[in-house]
C-alpha cells in the first residue's frame, strides 16, 4: 500500500518570498509522484510530475521538486512567490503498475501575503 | 474541447434519498475516476474505470455505484444518501497510452450537502 504525507496543512508567506511545501512518501513498490495545484473553487491541475531520469524536475511557472529516493521525499520549492501562486497544493503518487490508483495527500493550503 | 464536465454544480439531498452526479468527458479518454474531497483528507478514490464496461472500487466505495456504459460518460450514484456523504465530488480521466496515462484531468467539481 502507498500512502502521502503533507507535513504543513498551511503555509503563509510574504510576496515574493520563497517557499517550500514538503511531501513525503511510503511504498513498498516504485511510485510515480506528481504536485497537483487547486485554485480556489476548481478542480485540481497537474503541476508537474517525475517519471523517472533528473531528479530535480521543473514546471512552467517556476515551481520545482526534487525526488529523493532515500528520503521518500518529493518537496515542491519556489523561489520567489506572487500573489496568483494562492492555492491548496497536492502531492501524489502512482504505482507503476496501476494506471488509475492515485493516491493524495491531504494538501497544504498556501496563503501569499502582499 | 470540454474537457472533463460534471452536473450538477451543487444538490442538497435530504437523508435517504437518491441522487446521480454526471460526469462526462470529451477527450476519448480510457481511464476515468471519481473522488471526494473533505477537509484535512486530500482526495480519496471511490471508484474507477479503465474502459467501457470495466469499473472497480477505490478506497472508499461504500453508498456509491458506478457503471460505464460508454467511453464518454461515468455517473456515480449515491443509493441512499447520508450526512457522512456530505463533500465535494471530483471526476478525473486520463489517457490509457503510455505518455497521457500520467495526467488525470480534472472536473470542475459537485459540492454536495445531505440535510
Known amino acids: 500500500a502507498q500512502s502521502v504525507t503533507q507535513l504543513d496543512s498551511q503555509v503563509p508567506v510574504f510576496e515574493e518570498a520563497p517557499v517550500e511545501l514538503r511531501c513525503n512518501y511510503s511504498?513498498?513498490?516504485?511510485?510515480?509522484l506528481f504536485w497537483y495545484v487547486q485554485y480556489p473553487n476548481q478542480g485540481l491541475q497537474l503541476l508537474l510530475k517525475?517519471?523517472?531520469?533528473?531528479?530535480l524536475v521543473e514546471s512552467i511557472n517556476g515551481f520545482e521538486a526534487e525526488f529523493n529516493k532515500s528520503q521518500t521525499s518529493f518537496h515542491l520549492r519556489k523561489p520567489s512567490v506572487h500573489i496568483s501562486d494562492t492555492a491548496e497544493y497536492f502531492c501524489?503518487?502512482?504505482?507503476?503498475?496501476?494506471?488509475?490508483?492515485?493516491?493524495f495527500g491531504s494538501g497544504t493550503r498556501l496563503s501569499i501575503r502582499p | 474541447n470540454a474537457g472533463v464536465t460534471q452536473t450538477p454544480k451543487f444538490q442538497v439531498l435530504k437523508t435517504g434519498q437518491s441522487m446521480t452526479l454526471q460526469c462526462a468527458q470529451d477527450?476519448?479518454?480510457?481511464?476515468m475516476s471519481w473522488y471526494r474531497q473533505d477537509p484535512g483528507m486530500g482526495l480519496r478514490l471511490i471508484h474507477y474505470?479503465?474502459?467501457?464496461?470495466?469499473?472497480d472500487q477505490g478506497e472508499v466505495p461504500n453508498g456509491y455505484n458506478v457503471s460505464r456504459s460508454t467511453t464518454e460518460d461515468f455517473p456515480l450514484r449515491l443509493l441512499s444518501a447520508a450526512p457522512s456523504q456530505t463533500s465535494v465530488y471530483f471526476c478525473?480521466?486520463?489517457?490509457?497510452?503510455?505518455?497521457?496515462?500520467?495526467?488525470?484531468?480534472f472536473g470542475p467539481g459537485t459540492r454536495l450537502t445531505v440535510t
Open positions: 478525473a480521466s486520463s489517457s490509457g497510452t503510455s505518455g497521457g496515462v500520467f495526467e488525470q484531468y
Open positions: 511504498s513498498s513498490v516504485s511510485v510515480y
Open positions: 517525475y517519471l523517472s531520469g533528473s531528479t
Open positions: 501524489a503518487v502512482r504505482p507503476y503498475s496501476s494506471a488509475s490508483k492515485i493516491i
Open positions: 477527450m476519448n479518454h480510457e481511464y
Open positions: 474505470s479503465v474502459g467501457a464496461g470495466i469499473t
